[in-house]
């Protein structure tokens, strides 16, 4: 599975729309879709559950979360906070996820409701913002109103920085030959403390994560350059084509010349 790190700065994120689509991700804000019509499914971590047409879906600071859309339309709000608009909750945010991601009926809870329109009516709002003060009022509103009807369950702690680091570091050098000896010596981190993260926090081992990488890299490459199969197998750190073509068949069903040649008939389309 692949995942990035987003780097939010913002106080307040929002919009209206109609996809929720994208690779699995994880950042340091709390993440909320109030769905209007039609439905789609949410993840965070190892939880899934069904979005619908007056359901919540929250994901809390450092859960992975996605998305996967079903083919019916639909219409939904995105509201991404920062966790520093409302320090009276900071426990919560640090310790505590939600029992299910996805909350049913509670935009029904007019409260609800009116916190969020009023948050995706303000938009995108940093520190400097007229408007952080209002961002925050409504921040409050609305998680004092969830807090009352969701059940929590204490989180599994973890250094989110170090982890954070960890993930960086692999992203920025996947390329090369990184192994749990590499990042352990370049971090100052225990090769079991980097084995457990991936295997029961993350949720992937971590030869699967580099793979995922490598792969999505080379799938770029194969639609947008013209190496070779094999010039590309090297350049996204295999170190023989053999070895990419079966983990490229493992993770797309089919192999990366099928794939180009189908990149490429879906381009000239």
Known sequence: MYFEVQNKTMLLESNTGHHLTGAPHVHHHIEIVLMYEGQSTGVADDKEGVITPDSLYIAMPNQIHWYS??????????????????????????????????????????????AIENLVRLHHVDEESDAATEVRGYALILFSALFRQMKLVENKPYDYDLARDIISFCYENYTEDISLHSISEALHVSRYYVSHLFANRLHIRFPAYINSLRIKKACDMLKQHDLSVTEISYAVGYNSPRTFDRCFLAQKGVTPKQYRIKALQQHKT
């Open 69 to 114: 859309d079903t083919a019916e339309q639909h219409r939904h709000a995105l509201v991404i906070l920062s966790p520093t608009l409302c320090p009276e909750f900071s426990g919560i945010f640090k310790s505590f996820v939600p029992e299910s991601p996805v909350l049913n009926n509670i935009g029904k809870d007019p409260t609800v409701r009116f």
